[in-house]
Every structure is written in C-alpha cells, then in structure tokens.
C-alpha cells in the first residue's frame, strides 16, 4: 500500500486532500496539520485548520466558505455579544461550538492535542490520519505598524479581523522553537513513500508546520519524492491573501519563487498553474522538476488530476 504524508493548513489543505483520496483511494494518507493557527476564544481552543480538514473530509464542511460548519446558526455568537463579550470578528457558529467544547474539555483533563484531534476524528471519519504537527503550544504571530507603533497580533487578528490589510513586517511561529513534533509525525515521514506540500500557504501554513524542530530534517533526510503544488497562480493567490506573508519573508508572489523558497534541498517536484508555464525553467534551474497543469480546484474530478498529476511527478524524481 502507498503511504502518503501531507503537510496541510486548512482551506487549500482540505480540498486538496478530497481530491488526493479520489485519486488515490487505496493509499494509506497521513496529513500533518497546521496547528500555528490555533487561538483560544472564549476559554475554548480553537483549531481552525484541523478543523477544515476533519469537517471537509468528513462531510461537514460549509461549502461555499470553505471553513466552519455546513448549516450553521449563530445564537451562541449572538448571546456572547449581548454580553458585550467579543471578539465578535471571528465567526463560531453553534455547531462548531461544540467541537471547541469537546476538545477544551479533553485538554483540561489531561490529553494531547493528537489524542483529541483522533477522538474528534472518531466522530468524522475523515479517511486520513490526521495528526497536529506538535501537541505543544505554537502561535503565530504577525508583526504589523498601526498608527506608528510597531505590535506583534495573533496570526487571526492579522488575517480575519484586519484582512492583511497593513503589511506583514514580520511573521513568528511563536513557541515553535520549543515544539516537539506530535507522536507518529516523525515515524509517518520516516515510512512514506512520497511527501506532499498541497497548495497551502507557503509561509503560515506549511512554513509552519517545517518550523518544528525535526519536521524539515526528517523529510529532507527521508529519501523519498518530496511533490508540492503551488497555492500561486498567475503571480497571485488564488484565495487568501497569501501575498501579504510572502512578502514578510522576502518572497515575491509567484509560483517560481515560492518553489524556490522551498529549495532543492526540500523539494524534489514543483507543479505549476498551466499559466505560469513560463516558470517552469526558472523552477528547474534550482534544482526542482517542474511541471505545469491545471492547478485550480474547482470540483473533486480537478482536484483528483492534480493530485495524480503530483504522484505521477513523484514516480518521476524517485530514479
Ligand atoms: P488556510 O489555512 O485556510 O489559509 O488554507 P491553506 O493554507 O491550506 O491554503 C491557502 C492557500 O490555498 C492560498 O494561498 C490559496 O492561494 C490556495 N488555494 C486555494 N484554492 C486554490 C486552488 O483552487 N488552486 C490552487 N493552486 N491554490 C488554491
Ligand atoms: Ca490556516
């Protein structure tokens, strides 16, 4: 049986992910999730990533948005305003609520984020195994100029409260330094036969995840075909404003120079949009196979070509 590992952040992560279990329904998939987002709201821990990825492939995903839940109302929301309790910038309906209490609640009695995360997993059958990168404590942080002070916000505040609407000077997986990589995460990279980076945010999702001590090295050391697809298309993001972040590290926002971020050291394939196919020279005078296909995810049937597209790749650079 193929053995898959997936570094994942949410939206990206997750329809990528539908369409890898399409193209591969045989295959034993692990996705390492992006756990830099989470944020405590509410007395509650809330993880949004893991959470897209566990309620779009167990069915429970609200479409259109891409996050939270299908069929979703607001009267905890509404209650907790007319409190005066905040924030009220960050969407959490009542049935994801419930999700948030599960897993506060099995925290506070002593167990690790990968140990909720499976018992939540039990609930939606997701299909994968899905893992948080660390069960430690890591936050992003986006360091931002407001009225002429410099401040470090949560990651949230950076992206849903002010939309990356000011430049990102600076973006700090805080705690990350410390992590460790949650159990089996180093043992699933270690038994791969090939390693994915989906079209997720280069910096504040799967930037993250390889910012935990060891994640990087075990890849890079693996030995096996490691195949990315580019969340850039046409030198834009094609949701999000992925751009903003890039820009904090140094990063112009095309496919090209996000492969290059990554570096032959990491990657052994790149796929880009067929609109970029002007980048696949520059991507493989790095050091990188590079191919360009169809990179937007419109239905599962897309999602799964670009998916094959990647195994096929990965087949490719295993010489
Ligand atoms: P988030 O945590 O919800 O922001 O999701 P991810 O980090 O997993 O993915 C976000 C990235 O997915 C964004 O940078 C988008 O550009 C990218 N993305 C979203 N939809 C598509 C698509 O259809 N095709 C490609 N190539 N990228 C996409
Ligand atoms: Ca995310």
């Given at each position: 049986m193929q053995r898959i590992v997936v570094l994942a952040g949410g939206i990206g992560g997750a329809r990528f992910l539908r369409g890898l279990k399409a193209a591969a329904p045989q295959a034993d998939i692990t996705v390492i999730g992006n756990t830099g987002d989470d944020i405590h709201l509410f007395g509650l821990k809330v993880c949004p990533d893991l959470d897209t990825v566990m309620y779009t492939l167990g069915g429970g995903i609200n479409e259109e948005q891409g996050w939270g839940?299908?069929?979703?109302?607001?009267?905890?929301?509404?209650?907790?305003?007319?409190?005066?309790?905040?924030?009220?910038?960050?969407?959490?309906?009542?049935?994801?609520?419930?999700?948030?209490?599960?897993?506060?609640?099995?925290?506070?009695?002593?167990?690790?984020?990968?140990?909720?995360?499976?018992?939540?997993?039990?609930?939606?059958?997701?299909?994968?195994?899905?893992?948080?990168?660390?069960?430690?404590?890591?936050?992003?942080?986006?360091?931002?100029?407001?009225?002429?002070?410099?401040?470090?916000?949560?990651?949230?505040?950076?992206?849903?409260?002010?939309?990356?609407?000011?430049d990102a000077l600076a973006v700090v997986p805080v705690g990350a330094e410390q992590a460790k990589p949650a159990p089996g995460v180093l043992e699933a990279i270690a038994e791969a036969d090939v390693v994915l980076f989906p079209p997720s945010n280069p910096v504040v999702s799967v930037g993250t995840i390889l910012a935990v001590p060891g994640i990087r090295e075990a890849i890079a050391e693996a030995g096996v075909p490691v195949v990315g697809l580019s969340p850039i298309?046409?030198?834009?993001?094609?949701?999000?404003?992925?751009?903003?972040?890039?820009?904090?590290?140094?990063?112009?926002?095309?496919?090209?120079?996000?492969?290059?971020?990554y570096g032959s050291g990491l990657l052994d394939g790149w796929l880009v949009d067929t609109v970029d196919k002007g980048a696949v020279e520059r991507v493989e005078a790095a050091g990188i196979r590079c191919r360009a296909v169809p990179l937007m995810m419109t239905d599962v049937a897309a999602t799964a070509e670009m998916a094959r597209a990647a195994l096929e790749m990965a087949e490719e650079v295993r010489g």
């Open positions: 839940r299908t069929d979703e109302t607001f009267k905890v929301k509404e209650e907790l305003a007319a409190y005066g309790v905040g924030p009220e910038w960050f969407g959490l309906g009542d049935r994801d609520f419930a999700t948030h209490i599960v897993r506060s609640q099995m925290l506070a009695a002593g167990y690790p984020l990968s140990a909720v995360t499976e018992a939540l997993c039990d609930r939606w059958q997701p299909g994968v195994r899905l893992i948080p990168m660390s069960d430690d404590r890591v936050e992003t942080h986006v360091a931002v100029e407001i009225d002429g002070e410099q401040k470090a916000i949560h990651f949230q505040e950076y992206w849903v409260r002010l939309r990356a609407s000011v298309v046409g030198d834009a993001p094609v949701r999000g404003m992925a751009d903003k972040v890039l820009a904090a590290v140094g990063v112009e926002s095309s496919a090209a120079a996000v492969a290059e971020h």
